[in-house]
């Protein structure tokens, strides 16, 4: 028997009250051997690191209580007919390749076109990736350690990740329409751990648009991770969606790697989850290169999101351009810690931080820890967080003109978040984003 199964042997053996999704832990006999040695090393180190508290700085004010994990398991395997109601629900979008993943199973995948897979352009769900281009997936995979309070959640992804999907860019390969990825949930308590790693080569170009959500409402767990690998002069635009039920609790961990003269920009919006957590650390290698770090909030009732940034800049003439921006309303939370830290010797470095909390309602709260760290000179970097309620004027302005008073917020709310959608620079995925947000105020109409 393997040593992470004598692992699992002894924990279970000790404890009759060990969650139903940590009794899942298994080795499996169908990955290939240093796969399988990752994910025994990744449940090791869970079982080894304590829970966040609240008396942690990288999870102050965060509420760690909604990260117990008693209440998920694994989902068991799909009937047709949740399989054809998923698929009807992933609207494809004009995209260059897709990938359907529900409970952590690939339910359809339509492949990249010849002419890009004659060119090198790997798109494959992470199963067949760790075998068939081994090379690329151990050199990367969650190469990056968590640093920004969710090492432990790390360690569980990387024992439980089964879904998901490589994306490899070769040298000067541009990739005109965006690739789409779907995940579900798609069992009450279940527990999902999507993965994505991309690599572009240098010269490359590429769109990636990422969805996470729930076939119906009612509780869940995702603990995803992303690695974005920005090579030479290449160019990447990522866009993720999260709108997963109301009562799924969610943390992604996300590494981005931005070599010379290349530039990545990643845009979140989080809509859905009763407990969002997204930690996002970028590292600017080489001279020239950029990092643009959007995100988008749009929280209501006691939703809660909570965003961890990391600005690393390690090298000379680099850039990094951090905009968040949050919609609270009712009892909605929001938790922004972020810091800029430029190494020494990364000289005339360029770093900005900017959050700004729109509250529609007396009980919202937002909460803003921006930091600097500079050890290096001739820099210009800049933080600041404000939080404020929609301008009397505007809103009598629409209200006199006979709109509703939830129309004219929304319209409010859209103006306002507005300027992030606008530094993607693609006319069809602000319109989606402005879509997926006017969908949630939709659905919560007072």
Request: charged fraction near 25%; proline fraction near 4%.
């Given at each position: 028997?393997?040593?992470?199964?004598?692992?699992?042997?002894?924990?279970?053996?000790?404890?009759a009250?060990?969650?139903?999704?940590?009794?899942?832990?298994?080795?499996?006999?169908?990955?290939?051997?240093?796969?399988?040695?990752?994910?025994?090393?990744?449940?090791?180190?869970?079982?080894?690191?304590?829970?966040?508290?609240?008396?942690?700085?990288?999870?102050?004010?965060?509420?760690?209580?909604?990260?117990?994990?008693?209440?998920?398991?694994?989902?068991?395997?799909?009937?047709?007919?949740?399989?054809?109601?998923?698929?009807?629900?992933?609207?494809?979008?004009?995209?260059?390749?897709?990938?359907?993943?529900?409970?952590?199973?690939?339910?359809?995948?339509?492949?990249?076109?010849?002419?890009?897979?004659?060119?090198?352009?790997?798109?494959?769900?992470?199963?067949?990736?760790?075998?068939?281009?081994?090379?690329?997936?151990?050199?990367?995979?969650?190469?990056?350690?968590?640093?920004?309070?969710?090492a432990?959640f790390?360690?569980?992804?990387?024992?439980?990740?089964?879904?998901?999907?490589?994306?490899?860019?070769?040298?000067?390969?541009?990739?005109?329409?965006?690739?789409?990825?779907?995940?579900?949930?798609a069992?009450?308590?279940?527990?999902?751990?999507?993965h994505?790693?991309?690599?572009?080569?240098?010269m490359?170009?590429?769109?990636?648009?990422?969805?996470?959500?729930?076939?119906?409402q009612?509780?869940?767990?995702?603990?995803?991770?992303?690695?974005?690998?920005?090579?030479?002069?290449?160019?990447?635009?990522?866009?993720?969606?999260?709108?997963?039920?109301?009562?799924?609790?969610?943390?992604?961990?996300?590494?981005?790697?931005?070599?010379?003269?290349?530039?990545?920009?990643?845009?979140?919006?989080?809509?859905?989850?009763?407990?969002?957590?997204?930690?996002?650390?970028s590292?600017?290698?080489?001279?020239?290169?950029?990092?643009?770090m959007?995100?988008?909030?749009?929280?209501?009732?006691?939703?809660?999101?909570?965003?961890?940034?990391?600005?690393?800049?390690?090298?000379?003439q680099?850039?990094?351009?951090?905009?968040?921006?949050?919609?609270?309303?009712?009892?909605?939370?929001t938790?922004?810690?972020?810091?800029?830290?430029?190494?020494?010797h990364?000289?005339?470095?360029?770093?900005?931080?900017?959050?700004?909390?729109?509250?529609?309602?007396?009980?919202?709260?937002?909460?803003?820890?921006?930091?600097?760290?500079?050890?290096?000179?001739?820099?210009?970097?800049?933080?600041?967080?404000?939080?404020?309620?929609?301008?009397?004027?505007?809103l009598?302005?629409?209200l006199?003109?006979?709109?509703?008073?939830?129309?004219?917020?929304?319209?409010?709310?859209?103006?306002?978040?507005?300027?992030?959608?606008?530094?993607?620079?693609?006319?069809?995925?602000?319109?989606?984003?402005?879509?997926?947000?006017?969908?949630?105020?939709?659905?919560?109409?007072?």
């Amino acid at each position: 028997m393997s040593g992470g199964t004598a692992v699992l042997e002894r924990v279970t053996h000790e404890s009759a009250t060990t969650p139903p999704l940590l009794e899942s832990f298994t080795d499996r006999d169908d990955l290939p051997a240093w796969f399988r040695e990752q994910q025994r090393a990744g449940w090791a180190e869970f079982l080894k690191l304590p829970m966040p508290s609240r008396k942690d700085q990288p999870w102050r004010f965060a509420n760690v209580d909604a990260l117990k994990l008693d209440a998920y398991t694994r989902p068991a395997a799909l009937d047709d007919d949740k399989r054809a109601e998923l698929l009807d629900q992933s609207a494809a979008h004009e995209s260059a390749a897709r990938l359907v993943f529900a409970d952590d199973q690939l339910i359809e995948r339509d492949v990249i076109a010849n002419s890009l897979r004659e060119r090198g352009v790997i798109f494959q769900p992470i199963e067949r990736a760790i075998i068939e281009h081994e090379e690329i997936v151990r050199q990367h995979f969650m190469a990056e350690p968590a640093t920004l309070g969710s090492a432990k959640f790390a360690a569980l992804h990387r024992a439980f990740v089964s879904s998901g999907a490589l994306l490899y860019v070769p040298r000067g390969v541009e990739i005109e329409l965006p690739i789409e990825i779907f995940h579900w949930l798609a069992t009450p308590h279940g527990a999902v751990f999507p993965h994505l790693l991309i690599v572009a080569g240098e010269m490359s170009k590429v769109t990636v648009v990422e969805h996470f959500r729930s076939l119906r409402q009612g509780p869940g767990f995702a603990c995803g991770v992303n690695d974005l690998i920005v090579g030479r002069g290449a160019n990447v635009r990522y866009v993720c969606v999260q709108d997963w039920s109301e009562e799924v609790v969610a943390v992604q961990v996300n590494a981005t790697r931005v070599d010379r003269d290349a530039s990545a920009t990643s845009l979140n919006v989080n809509l859905g989850a009763a407990y969002a957590r997204l930690e996002s650390r970028s590292r600017l290698l080489g001279e020239g290169s950029r990092s643009d770090m959007l995100a988008i909030g749009v929280a209501n009732r006691r939703q809660e999101f909570d965003a961890r940034t990391l600005q690393d800049h390690e090298s000379p003439q680099t850039t990094s351009d951090l905009l968040y921006k949050n919609s609270l309303d009712e009892s909605a939370r929001t938790t922004f810690g972020g810091l800029i830290r430029v190494e020494p010797h990364a000289h005339f470095t360029d770093a900005y931080q900017t959050v700004r909390n729109l509250l529609l309602s007396d009980d919202a709260e937002a909460n803003s820890m921006p930091g600097l760290e500079i050890l290096a000179d001739n820099v210009k970097c800049s933080h600041g967080a404000t939080s404020g309620q929609i301008h009397e004027d505007e809103l009598f302005y629409l209200l006199a003109r006979g709109i509703p008073k939830r129309v004219a917020q929304k319209l409010l709310v859209l103006g306002f978040l507005n300027e992030v959608t606008e530094r993607l620079q693609h006319a069809t995925l602000e319109e989606h984003v402005r879509r997926a947000v006017e969908a949630k105020f939709a659905r919560t109409k007072s």
